[in-house]
């Protein structure tokens, strides 16, 4: 485990100059929002002096001190507890999970007290709380530090389960997500923390939780992807352009509530639905995008709805070829692209 951690913060190195990184704009979000708001506060693994893992919450606990940027025990069933607990109290925790593959001990809080809080109270009390985690391969982590776990939550109405793939939509969607009354699965694509930047709007701003990103317009097919896959999906569909082939990208950024009405606008114009996803193939939240395709928009169909996504193994694996062999890439995407406009 600590070989694979090692590994990981290798990714965490400090920012050069350019545009902004996917990491300093959720650094970013959070700390307007600390300003913003004195009921904000985080709290998690290391998110105190030494800015967390990734760096996200890095000189945060300089600026706003211990009681709002707090140091949790190693024990994640706490970290979402308390947060529910305060936010219940009327505070506005920021709860992050160190990897998204070490939520599950907190599962139990998450889905049967902070989800269903609402919806049992009547609506007289909601969880005001963020529960921000990274998720994803391709870092070298190995079993326990790249999993997807993001189908999982999906699945249970009382949580909305967000995934940015832009720095803009990451500081924007975070932002609503704080200021939302009610609990914000919030993961983050580790992949992408430095790989990926990007402008970002000046002043306060947010992205609304909800409605899909038209990543890139076509008229040929329709590519389904949010977070790391939806940044490499812009990228094959360039390939592809420079091939003939028309692709629009749509960027899902929010699963659940998922934009349904963009997707089937989508399809409904292209004929054609490639879904990509980095989770493994069965089960994973693409199969909810497919069958809402099937069932909504089957008679507009050209050709099969198709996924592409990671293979049905245990974990990722630690070996670089192996990793290799499980990751979704822009030219897999590609060769999907092509195999499907072929209909």
């Not at 949010?226 to 999906?233: E, L, N």
């Amino acid at each position: 485990m600590a070989e694979a951690v090692s590994s990981v913060e290798k990714s965490a190195r400090p920012e050069a100059a350019g545009e902004p990184t996917l990491i300093e704009a959720i650094r970013q979000a959070m700390d307007e929002e600390l300003a913003r708001d004195p009921d904000t506060f985080i709290i998690g693994e290391d998110v105190g002096p030494r800015g967390g893992v990734f760096r996200a919450t890095l000189g945060l606990y300089d600026k706003y001190g211990p009681k709002r940027v707090i140091d949790s025990p190693l024990a994640e069933a706490t970290i979402s507890g308390v947060g529910i607990g305060a936010a219940l109290y009327g505070l506005h925790p920021i709860c992050e999970i160190q990897f998204a593959d070490y939520i599950l001990p907190a599962v139990n809080q998450i889905i049967n007290e902070a989800a269903k809080m609402c919806y049992r109270s009547n609506g007289q009390w909601t969880v005001p709380m963020v529960i921000r985690a990274p998720y994803g391969g391709g870092v070298g982590g190995a079993l326990y530090h790249s999993q997807s776990t993001e189908s999982i939550f999906t699945h249970i109405p009382g949580l909305k389960v967000v995934i940015p793939s832009t720095p803009a939509d990451a500081k924007g969607l975070l932002k609503s997500a704080i200021r939302d009354p009610n609990p914000v699965i919030f993961f983050e694509p580790k992949k992408g923390y430095r790989l990926i930047r990007g402008s970002i709007p000046e002043g306060d701003y947010t992205v609304p939780i909800g409605p899909a990103r038209v990543a890139r317009r076509g008229g040929d097919l329709s590519v389904f992807a949010y977070g790391m896959m939806a940044f490499y999906a812009e990228q094959a569909a360039q390939t592809a352009a420079g091939e003939g082939i028309d692709v629009e990208v749509i960027d899902l950024r929010t699963l659940y509530p998922v934009d349904r009405d963009g997707i089937l606008a989508s399809v409904r114009k292209t004929g054609k639905a490639l879904i990509v996803y980095e989770d493994n193939l069965t089960g994973g939240y693409g199969a909810e995008i497919a069958a809402l395709i099937a069932e909504h928009a089957f008679t507009d169909l050209d050709a099969p709805v198709r996924r592409l996504a990671g293979p049905d193994v245990p974990a990722v694996p630690f070996s670089r070829p192996f990793q290799d062999w499980f990751m979704i890439n822009p030219d897999r995407i590609a060769a999907a692209i092509r195999d499907l406009a072929r209909y």
